[in-house]
């Protein structure tokens, strides 16, 4: 996680961008959300969808099958080879390794602290697509109750990988939240 909290305020930093909106899509969001509550000032407002909010060892386990190489390419090439690409020039099946490995952490016991959420003070929308399954609903509609300026959000139709997210909808939404 730090390494994502660190790079995303470099970010910031480079770019000269003293406060911002965030969307963050799944782990996007988690780190969103933690960054929220260690650097306030540097995030207005975040919105998440499909973020992933409670973990264990089981969570973990389930979800890292999900990034398993062989299998990927034994039962879905096509997704391995857009994996090849989007990840070039790195390898693809090293990314899904580590992947994997963060998850565990996660899952061990490195998530965010219990009381992240309840330090978070700047408004955060909780998206949750309805055919999500990935995140349940009530794991988002928890954490959103946990954050002072937190609501929960549903989004009918959307899926989890965002490749299957109707992009209309998405930026509806968006524009919603971010007005």
């Not at 260690?38 to 099958?65: C, F, N, Y």
């Not at 899904?96 to 994997?100: A, D, G, K, S, V």
């Given at each position: 996680?730090?390494?994502?909290?660190?790079a995303?305020?470099?970010?910031?930093?480079?770019?000269?961008?003293?406060?911002?909106?965030?969307?963050?899509?799944?782990?996007?969001?988690?780190?969103?959300?933690?960054?929220?509550?260690?650097?306030?000032?540097?995030?207005?407002?975040?919105?998440?969808?499909?973020?992933?909010?409670?973990?264990?060892?089981?969570?973990?386990?389930?979800?890292?099958?999900?990034?398993?190489?062989?299998k990927?390419?034994?039962?879905?090439?096509q997704?391995?080879?857009?994996?090849?690409?989007?990840?070039?020039?790195?390898?693809?099946k090293?990314v899904?390794?580590?992947?994997?490995a963060?998850?565990?952490?996660?899952?061990?016991?490195?998530?965010?602290?219990?009381?992240?959420?309840?330090?978070?003070?700047?408004?955060?929308?909780?998206?949750?697509?309805?055919?999500?399954?990935?995140?349940?609903?009530?794991?988002?509609?928890?954490?959103?109750?946990?954050?002072?300026?937190?609501?929960?959000?549903?989004?009918?139709?959307?899926?989890?990988?965002?490749?299957?997210?109707?992009?209309?909808?998405?930026?509806?939404?968006?524009?919603?939240?971010?007005?």
């Open positions: 996680m730090r390494l994502f909290s660190d995303v305020l470099r970010f910031l930093q480079d770019h000269h961008l003293p406060q911002v909106n965030i969307f963050g899509y799944s782990m996007g969001g988690y780190v969103a959300l933690g960054l929220a509550a260690e650097h306030p000032a540097r995030l207005q407002k975040i919105v998440t969808l499909g973020t992933k909010l409670d973990w264990s060892p089981e969570v973990a386990a389930g979800m890292s099958r999900m990034f398993d190489p062989e990927i390419q034994a039962k879905v090439p997704f391995a080879e857009m994996l090849a690409r989007t990840h070039a020039p790195a390898d693809w090293a899904c390794r580590y992947t994997t963060f998850l565990h952490d996660l899952g061990n016991g490195h998530r965010l602290p219990a009381d992240t959420f309840g330090r978070i003070a700047g408004p955060v929308t909780i998206g949750w697509g309805e055919l999500d399954n990935v995140v349940t609903m009530e794991e988002s509609r928890r954490i959103a109750t946990q954050i002072p300026l937190g609501k929960f959000q549903l989004l009918e139709g959307m899926k989890h990988p965002l490749e299957q997210v109707d992009a209309e909808s998405l930026a509806a939404f968006l524009m919603t939240e971010f007005g």
